[in-house]
């Protein structure tokens, strides 16, 4: 069993930057891939970033590749979403997942565990 917590939301003006983190205690966290996906209201839920166990690979959607950066750190057991040039539309619900089968994906199938998620607010 993994517990995420996401923490590091709030509001912030188009422009800005927000630092997101997720926190997991339970099972060894670098036995899992990690991701961060994001629910804006009225939609469905869509992927935001992806990193693999070591946190030498990465994968972005689209929509933020160039803005937003993921990172790791295993010995402090968090995984974070640096995320800059925001745009209102970038306001949603995020949430981390940890995924034990697979390397890295942007599939939220494939993910095991979730956290409750933290509110993104971009203001224009």
């Known amino acids: 069993q993994v517990q995420l917590v996401e923490s590091g939301g709030g509001l912030v003006q188009a422009g800005g930057s927000l630092r997101l983190s997720c926190a997991a205690s339970?099972?060894?966290?670098?036995?899992?891939?990690m991701g961060w996906f994001r629910q804006a209201p009225g939609k469905e839920r869509e992927s935001v970033t992806a990193?693999?166990?070591?946190?030498?690979?990465?994968y972005y959607a689209d929509s933020v590749k160039g803005r937003f950066t993921v990172s790791r750190d295993n010995a402090k057991n968090t995984v974070y979403l640096q995320m800059n040039s925001l745009k209102p539309e970038d306001t949603a619900v995020y949430y981390c997942?940890?995924?034990?089968?697979?390397?890295?994906?942007?599939?939220?199938?494939?993910?095991?565990?979730w956290g409750q998620g933290t509110q993104v607010t971009v203001s224009s």
């Open positions: 339970g099972r060894t966290f670098s036995s899992y891939a």
């Open positions: 997942a940890a995924a034990y089968y697979y390397a890295m994906s942007l599939n939220p199938h494939h993910y095991d565990y």
């Open positions: 990193i693999n166990r070591s946190g030498d690979s990465t």
